[in-house]
């Protein structure tokens, strides 16, 4: 255990950042390095957390309301059948939309249409959800859909790529070294070599590398962000993340985001577990161990990333792992999430 800024906290790594039999390109032939405590992973969806807290800062700007509909925001979008979607219950899960749509079919080399893919988005509600979303909006549903559309609004009231506009109002403020690939390879010369391979995938040449695992956040973002993925960063980063939401709740962070402004977005919502940005605790076994509370909240990557936080505890846990190499078949990180933050859950207190 170690302190740094007031904060106690234990890290370990373990393990080796490819298999030796799947080394990624560039790799063939060389020992698979250990794992280290400054290795970077392709975050996924613990990428959706940063964009709904980027939501959050714009609307304390008042570059966009939360309950402004999607196609106040992207005109071009006022004609399809999540228009008068608010930005809020595309952020919570709540607007009717499909989970998932392959929106560039894989192996065509053919450049992908950016409004051609927001149309299919916005348009991709499921067929109970037809009309307007009621005041807490449909019966949630998790999509990668609805936080492309908010990304993609988000880049025009921000008045940037929305990348910059995280780095803007959240991992600049905040002091974290999350950004997508392009970003960090910018400024760090040993990126590619700290950076943690992905799948096997054949169409993308091989082992994937240092480039976003999402299909449909690699074919419309490439080496920048989606709202839904392409964020990647070191466990500590995405730690200091935990720790400053933590700190924003205590009402110890005003001039990033108040008690009440955060408090909207990981409070429990009606209909399951989800919440603006973030997830809580559900099923019998919770990703999140058996020791951590019943206020937790945090999220969960499909590459096998998680960040959970116990605010009654004053707990923060991340565990990053590469559980789709060289393949995503293995269910095992089912069972490891839970042992493993049970162990930091353990941890901490015998710490304390």
């Given at each position: 255990?170690?302190?740094r800024?007031?904060?106690?906290?234990?890290?370990?790594?373990?393990?080796?950042?490819?298999?030796?039999?799947?080394?990624?390109?560039?790799?063939?032939?060389?020992?698979p390095?250990?794992?280290?405590?400054?290795?970077?992973?392709?975050?996924?969806?613990?990428?959706?957390?940063?964009?709904?807290?980027?939501?959050?800062?714009?609307?304390?700007?008042?570059?966009?309301?939360?309950?402004?509909?999607?196609?106040?925001?992207?005109?071009?979008?006022?004609?399809?059948?999540?228009?008068?979607v608010?930005?809020?219950?595309?952020?919570?899960?709540?607007?009717?939309?499909?989970?998932?749509?392959?929106?560039?079919?894989?192996?065509?080399?053919?450049?992908?249409?950016?409004?051609?893919?927001?149309?299919?988005?916005?348009?991709?509600?499921r067929?109970?959800?037809?009309?307007?979303?009621?005041?807490?909006?449909?019966?949630?549903?998790?999509?990668?859909?609805?936080?492309?559309?908010?990304?993609?609004?988000?880049?025009?009231?921000?008045?940037?790529?929305?990348?910059?506009?995280?780095?803007?109002?959240?991992?600049?403020?905040?002091?974290?070294?999350?950004a997508?690939?392009?970003?960090?390879?910018?400024?760090?010369?040993?990126?590619?070599?700290?950076?943690?391979?992905?799948?096997?995938?054949?169409?993308?040449?091989?082992?994937?590398?240092?480039?976003?695992?999402?299909?449909?956040?690699?074919?419309?973002?490439?080496?920048?962000?989606?709202?839904?993925?392409?964020?990647?960063?070191d466990?500590?980063?995405?730690?200091?993340?935990?720790?400053?939401?933590?700190?924003?709740?205590?009402?110890?962070?005003?001039?990033?985001?108040?008690?009440d402004?955060?408090?909207?977005?990981?409070?429990?919502?009606?209909?399951?577990?989800?919440?603006?940005?973030?997830?809580?605790?559900?099923?019998?076994?919770?990703?999140?161990?058996?020791?951590?509370?019943?206020?937790?909240?945090?999220?969960l990557?499909?590459?096998?990333?998680?960040?959970?936080?116990?605010?009654?505890?004053?707990?923060?846990?991340?565990?990053?792992?590469?559980?789709?190499?060289?393949?995503?078949?293995?269910?095992?990180?089912?069972?490891?999430?839970?042992?493993?933050?049970?162990?930091?859950?353990?941890?901490?207190?015998?710490?304390?």
């Open positions: 255990m170690r302190t800024d007031d904060v106690q906290y234990g890290f370990g790594a373990a393990g080796h950042l490819w298999f030796e039999g799947s080394p990624p390109p560039g790799a063939r032939g060389a020992a390095p250990a794992a280290t405590e400054d290795a970077i992973f392709d975050l996924a969806s613990v990428t959706k957390p940063l964009t709904a807290l980027a939501l959050a800062r714009l609307a304390r700007a008042g570059a966009v309301r939360l309950d402004e509909a999607l196609g106040q925001v992207l005109p071009e979008l006022a004609g399809t059948r999540s228009a008068r608010p930005l809020e219950l595309l952020a919570a899960h709540r607007a009717g939309l499909e989970a998932h749509r392959v929106l560039h079919p894989p192996g065509d080399d053919a450049p992908i249409d950016p409004h051609r893919a927001l149309l299919e988005c916005a348009n991709g509600r067929e109970a959800c037809a009309g307007d979303p009621p005041d807490e909006g449909f019966p949630p549903v998790y999509s990668d859909l609805g936080y492309l559309l908010l990304g993609a609004a988000l880049a025009r009231r921000g008045a940037a790529e929305l990348d910059e506009v995280v780095a803007r109002e959240v991992t600049g403020p905040l002091g974290l070294a999350i997508p690939a392009r970003a960090l390879r910018r400024r760090d010369p040993r990126f590619d070599e700290r950076v943690v391979p992905t799948e096997d995938v054949a169409f993308r040449g091989g082992v994937i590398r240092g480039a976003v695992h999402d299909d449909n956040a690699w074919t419309i973002a490439r080496d920048g962000m989606a709202g839904h993925a392409g964020l990647f960063g466990a500590m980063s995405v730690a200091r993340l935990g720790v400053a939401l933590l700190e924003a709740l205590a009402g110890e962070r005003p001039a990033w985001l108040s008690r402004e955060l408090r909207r977005l990981v409070a429990p919502r009606p209909g399951g577990s989800l919440r603006a940005g973030f997830d809580g605790r559900s099923g019998e076994r919770p990703s999140s161990g058996a020791r951590f509370g019943p206020g937790t909240f945090g999220h990557g499909f590459t096998g990333t998680s960040l959970w936080i116990d605010p009654d505890a004053g707990l923060v846990g991340v565990l990053l792992t590469n559980r789709v190499h060289p393949t995503r078949t293995s269910d095992a990180i089912r069972r490891a999430r839970p042992a493993a933050y049970d162990a930091i859950a353990e941890a901490m207190a015998r710490a304390r």
